[in-house]
């Protein structure tokens, strides 16, 4: 994989560049003046590189790829830490399969899809002190299961995502067009948003998603450029949309995630079937005049396809969303125990015809304490 990161090495927080099971050392060399990252690699976090834009994107990725050995450090020797200060969180609900699941098992006997669902990218506002780097313990979390019911969740998911970190920011009041998505993304992570289903389902009516989802979102340690991913073509909408959504060139990529449960595969959920794209996601963050900032997140929402293993949530593999399916590595569990360990994995088409390897993000839950 090719990815930038932020990582510790012999007590020291350096800014790096991984290309497959090597680390170089930007913020060393940048020192010696063999990248020239105008002094953003002296920062302990992406942010300051990410606003550069994509002129200084390209200048550095070339010097990046052309560094000596000697400022190599090995991948099991680094100790990665979360690569940019998290601005704002946005997760987007884009999957029409996922929608129809969850809709079915939230609001049985009522249409799955929403009226308003195929007109606008649907989406919430989550935490984004609450992000946090793969490999960090995943807490259970608490709250009310229904009325007069406090505890535990006992229904803890998963959400297997793909996230775009925003560089440039954009101006208060200016919407973003659906073309000027790479203008202001510089790359993708994977992204697992752990979920409180029994917290989630008594809450959302009628403002959406709030406890059940923001105490904890998981992230790949390594920015892989968006620079790096061919793109291909969306899939047809319909109803039209509206103008602000509609797109000259309306393409995706070709990204398919594989989730583990307990180091066993059990879904692999593919990113090219969602309805709505990356730009269009921008584009509607955007026209009521919200600006993004450098170390926004935005998130595609949970991704599923039309079969069973390739599902995004294990919630979408029960009955009614209570009982358990039967599912390899889980015994008939559909909800996370204490000690459960989750790792989602990304591939996707490259623009040179290979495949990018866009890394993993890794979490395992702990009990609540206290």
Known sequence: MT?????????????????????????????????????????????????????????????????????????DEVEPVLPFRVADYVDFYSSEHHAANVGRIFRPGQPPILPNWRHLPVGYHGRAGTVVVSGTPIVRPSGQRGPGDVGPSQRLDIEAELGFV????????????????????????????????????WEYQPLGPFLGKSFATSVSPWIVPLSELARVSAPEQDPPVAEYLTEADRYTFDVELTVEWNGVPVTRPPFRDLYWTPAQQLAHLTVNGASVRTGDLFASGTISGPRRDQV???????????????????????????????????RAAGVNGGVVDLGAVEGRVVPLRG
């Open 312 to 346: 995004g949530s294990f919630l979408e593999l029960t009955e009614g969303g209570r009982e358990p399916v039967a599912l390899s590595g889980s015994g008939t569990r559909a909800f996370l125990a204490d000690g459960d360990s989750v790792t989602i994995r990304g």
């Open 3 to 75: 990815g930038y990161g932020v990582f510790v090495h012999k007590g020291r927080t350096r800014i790096g560049y991984r290309t497959g099971d090597a680390v170089f050392d930007l913020t060393a060399a940048e020192r010696e003046e063999l990248v020239d990252g105008l002094g953003t690699f002296q920062n302990g976090a992406l942010n300051d590189f990410l606003a550069l834009g994509p002129p200084q994107w390209t200048v550095v990725a070339q010097q990046a790829a052309q560094l000596p050995d000697r400022l190599c450090v090995p991948l």
């Open 166 to 201: 925003v560089g440039v920011p954009s101006q208060l009041g200016k919407p973003v067009p659906t073309g000027d998505l790479t203008s202001h993304v510089f790359g993708v992570v994977l992204v697992n948003d752990w979920s409180a289903r029994d917290l989630q389902s």
